[in-house]
């Protein structure tokens, strides 16, 4: 029964790779930079994108919105007059839990690939099975807020393995927290080591420059050289 | 392909409630209040239940804990002597994003239940999937955080539908976020009307006691009767 199951979860993560490379070979064609941006609901990967979208050095920013229900994140981001397409898992009963790549592939014709060079996904907020499913993106970006505890890289090994940068987030709050930064970033580099990671926040703008720079770089550079190219899939 | 989807999806969870009613069964039997106890990451279940394990009047404690890897909660409750079952999701790839009812009832040989009379299973950190699958308990308590914001309830209202009590977790921060209660209110009663709630801090101990209250009165009831019991499975 238990090799049954697990059997099944590899043919479906297969399929999805396939379907992934697929989605890389197009967004190859078309120019275009993607990042996958996860996180745990709540984190504030919504505001942090409003600090950024808008505003990236020479690069034209669209948005993936990837929710259960609702529009509200993408109606947040629309105002800041980034193109932005909705993805809702709701269909199935709950809705899914995650963007896979399929998903992302029926959303490709609604996406404009001629008139971006990064595109942002922004993932359903979840810390466990987004990390499972690559969707053709170049690199993965997480965000956790400090607000949800210092052990959470233990906790969550796969996602913060999974990822190339991390934004810790909701810094300012620091002071009213028992937060333990350092034991975090041991947490952290136990699980990733050495992995980039930018403490910000989306409400005072610390951190945000950084961020700003780092997305810049990626978007920037042509694509098939140079950062997040190594994680392809 | 969509059909079938959807076809497979709902058998999964016709095989969960036939299991989920007998461990609902196995429960009774054994005169044993449950509680499914579900959050997104970093919510605080864990800090509340310290808060309440150990001194429910007249009510003894059992915690079925549910995470995808690691024994770092249990751990934190077994020093309050407390019985603590782990339960891990992580045999398949990436782990599981919930708990189950068979997950529940492959845990069942393991817990204390002739020693307990209320039994809370803190399910993993997740707004999604965890409100799909009932594993035989009398009630679902969730816990939102205000530092996830307002707008919770809407965009996973699922979850806030499926529970009994919404406990309303580090409102000490309350000062220090742009977190408009009056309106995570509203979003809460648009999808759950009138749900119970109860505005709480693990950190100062504020509406502790009157959520150790609601368990001690859902522990000290007999099966069959009081509260909980129209949410049975």
Redesign the interface.
């Known amino acids: 029964m238990?090799r049954t199951?697990?059997r099944i979860?590899?043919e479906a993560?297969d399929a999805n790779n396939t379907i992934a490379q697929a989605n890389r070979a197009d967004f190859d064609r078309a120019g275009v930079r993607v990042v996958n941006f996860m996180s745990?609901?709540?984190a504030g990967k919504t505001a942090l994108l409003e600090r950024v979208a808008r505003d990236l050095p020479g690069v034209r920013v669209g948005v993936l919105e990837g929710?259960?229900?609702?529009s509200?994140d993408a109606d947040r981001l629309a105002s800041l007059h980034v193109p932005v397409t909705q993805l809702n898992t709701d269909?199935?009963?709950?809705?899914?839990?995650h963007l896979d790549a399929n998903m992302v592939r029926s959303a490709l014709p609604e996406l404009p690939l001629d008139d971006i060079d990064l595109l942002v996904i922004e993932n359903?907020?979840?810390?466990?099975?987004p990390?499972?499913f690559r969707v053709g993106e170049d690199a993965r970006i997480m965000v956790s807020?400090i607000?949800?505890?210092e052990?959470?890289p233990?906790?969550?090994?796969?996602m913060f393995r999974a990822c190339e940068l991390v934004l810790i987030n909701?810094i300012d709050?620091l002071p009213?927290?028992?937060f333990d930064l350092d034991k975090f970033l041991y947490n952290l580099d136990s699980v990733n080591p050495g992995v980039e990671r930018i403490l910000v926040s989306a409400?005072t703008g610390e951190g945000v420059d950084e961020w700003r720079a780092w997305l810049a770089r990626m978007g920037a550079v042509p694509t098939g050289a140079g950062a997040g190219a190594e994680a392809r899939v």
Do not use: I, R, W
């Open positions: 238990h199951k697990v979860v590899e993560l745990a609901p709540g929710d259960v229900q609702g509200m269909p199935s009963f709950g809705g899914e839990c359903v907020g979840n810390l466990v099975c990390a499972e807020s607000t949800e505890g052990e959470k233990l906790k969550y090994p796969l909701k709050l009213h927290l028992d409400k």
